[in-house]
């Protein structure tokens, strides 16, 4: 994973546009919270592939596994592809988003939109030419979606509608660098960037899916933006986000009507790095990811709740005592929240891959019972990469 970088001339390296952080990640709960998207890993062949979790039936299925991505000349060297579900018509279809494995800057976006729950056909597209960041967002974030199509951000300040169900793309070219974010009922296109300043962001608003016409909503006065920490509240009231000084030690908070204010980390210590990566539904506590490095040589990794009130910060540990100290694989820990606020998912199959991979127990969709005092925790094993697997990051 790329380390979060300010904003400046570069800022097409998340080439995708997904910044935006809210409901999708890389687990994503169904519109009803029953069923969670995942990423596992197949035990024969060590290849990535689309899991379902039945929080009913606590049962898993694999739904969706690309084709093998490897040089034809070695067909021993096969690589996992770098994949992202999401779910779309309100969970009666799949989006899977995946790269190839390897370092190739130029490699295609593959989009496949998958039924689920009704009988109708499967839809495969290949998108080239995205530039050397193209399809790099997917590493990090969701992709933008509202009703049937789809929306990246292309080359040249460009931007991309792909119409998922004709196959039909649209491209338009803007004066300004904008990025592309999606909204968690695929029915709002947001976007940040637009400013007079081309080293500020300069604002934050809704973008028209057909006219592209912007909405101003937030004016972001700031050059100093972890690109990785983003956050929309539901009602698009709070905006906040992460300075990128590394490890950053506070949030910024944007209200509308309300004068901006800060969110103090400092009392998780100096050795813990947060990532902050949804509200919860009302709107009053932010949630985020966190490792630390207190333990020396060994990291841990969870959750933590921020009260936007300003009361005591919550710290969930998951997964502790990981060896080697080096955090990384920690931006590919990225929590999802159920729409009803009651439950957190988060999986751990990217930290396998690390140059200090987690213990095979570690591997896991972990499902943690907010409402309950205690935050009961549930595991769902994922089969840990093969040791001798290539990473689909190299």
């Not at 779910?87 to 995946?98: E, F, P, V």
Request: glycine share 8%.
């Amino acid at each position: 994973m790329t380390k979060p970088v300010a904003w400046n001339s570069k800022l097409a390296i998340i080439g995708l546009g997904a910044l935006f952080v809210y409901i999708l990640a890389c687990t994503s709960f169904s519109p009803d919270d029953s069923k969670v998207l995942y990423i596992t890993t197949d035990p024969k062949t060590g290849m990535t592939a689309v899991a379902v979790y039945d929080r009913k039936s606590a049962k898993s299925d694999v739904l969706f596994e690309p084709p093998l991505s490897h040089d034809v000349t070695d067909p021993t060297a096969a690589k996992a592809a770098i994949m992202r579900p999401q779910w779309l018509d309100g969970g009666h279809n799949i989006l899977a988003a995946w790269l190839p494995g390897g370092n190739d800057s130029e490699k295609p976006l593959n989009i496949a939109v998958l039924p689920f729950d009704r009988s109708s056909p499967a839809r495969t597209f290949q998108l080239s030419g995205l530039g050397p960041d193209g399809g790099s967002g997917i590493y990090l974030w969701p992709l933008p979606v509202v009703g049937s199509s789809l929306f990246l951000n292309g080359s040249s300040n460009s931007i991309l509608r792909l119409n998922l169900e004709t196959g039909e793309i649209h491209r338009q070219t803007n004066a300004q660098q904008l990025l592309l974010l999606p909204s968690p009922d695929n029915d709002r296109l947001f976007y940040l960037g637009g400013g007079d300043d081309p080293q500020s962001p300069g604002e934050f608003g809704l973008l028209n899916p057909e006219t592209f016409t912007r909405t101003p909503l937030f004016k972001i006065n700031d050059t100093n933006i972890s690109e990785m920490s983003i956050v929309l509240s539901r009602d698009a009231k709070r905006l906040a986000y992460q300075p990128d000084d590394y490890p950053p030690r506070l949030v910024h908070l944007l209200e509308s009507g309300q004068p901006a204010r800060t969110l103090s980390l400092a009392s998780l210590g100096e050795s813990t790095e947060v990532m902050i990566r949804c509200f919860s539904p009302g709107g009053d506590t932010l949630y985020g990811s966190f490792s630390d490095s207190s333990g020396g040589t060994n990291v841990a990794y969870g959750f933590v709740e921020i009260p936007l009130d300003g009361s005591t910060i919550r710290k969930t540990t998951l997964i502790s005592d990981v060896e080697g100290g080096y955090k990384d694989m920690f931006e590919s820990f990225q929590i999802d929240v159920s729409h009803d606020g009651r439950t957190l998912a988060v999986e751990s199959l990217w930290l396998g891959y690390s140059v200090h991979p987690i213990k095979a127990g570690d591997c896991a969709l972990f499902l943690v019972d907010l409402a309950h005092p205690q935050h009961k925790i549930t595991k769902v094993p994922i089969p840990l990469p093969p040791v001798d697997q290539p990473s689909p990051f190299k």
